[in-house]
């Protein structure tokens, strides 16, 4: 590096300030020696950057669609294996309807029949015949039952009642002649 004499950089800014006044006198834009760079790529990349953002905010509309053609055997299969099984369970809940429907009317017979005390030959008929053809009598029995079990928990509480008054009759009992 040399060194660079003061006089030397007096004379090159004097240089410099006649070129500006003259440049200034003729109205001139001064262009500037170092050239700019070209700004037209950033222009075009940020054209792109708004068409991108404008097609990413439209919504999108996507449609889906279902075919089930039976030219395929696993669909085939499936469809006709769903149907059976649901077949399957609807008779099997309608059996189970039956039977549980048996089993109530067995229940109240039962209860009938605990209810009347004893069991004769012609009294289970009756029932049967009862509870095969004549439903109607059906509510008219359970209702019967109904109020008989009724009867018979108020009358064991009336006893078991009792039970406990004469007990504690039979403790005063005892309190009284300890006493005497």
Known sequence: MSKIDINEIYTLFEEIKEIVKSKESNNTPVKPEIELPNLSAID????????????????????????????????FIGVIGLCAICLISLFTVIYKQKEADSLKDNDLKYRYIH?????????????????????????????????????????????????????????L????EDVK
């Open 44 to 75: 075009e990349l940020s054209d792109k950057i708004d068409e991108a953002i404008e097609q990413i905010s439209k919504p999108i509309s996507t449609e889906h669609r279902h075919v089930f053609s039976f030219a395929s055997s696993r669909t």
């Open 115 to 171: 209810m009347m005390g004893e069991a004769t030959p012609s009294l289970l008929t009756n029932l049967d015949s009862i509870f095969e053809y004549r439903r109607d009598s059906v509510k008219a029995i359970r209702k019967e039952v109904v109020s008989f079990e009724k009867a018979v928990v108020q009358r064991a509480k009336r006893l078991e009642r009792a039970r406990i008054k004469e007990m504690e009759a039979e403790k």
């Open 173 to 176: 009992r005892e309190e009284v």
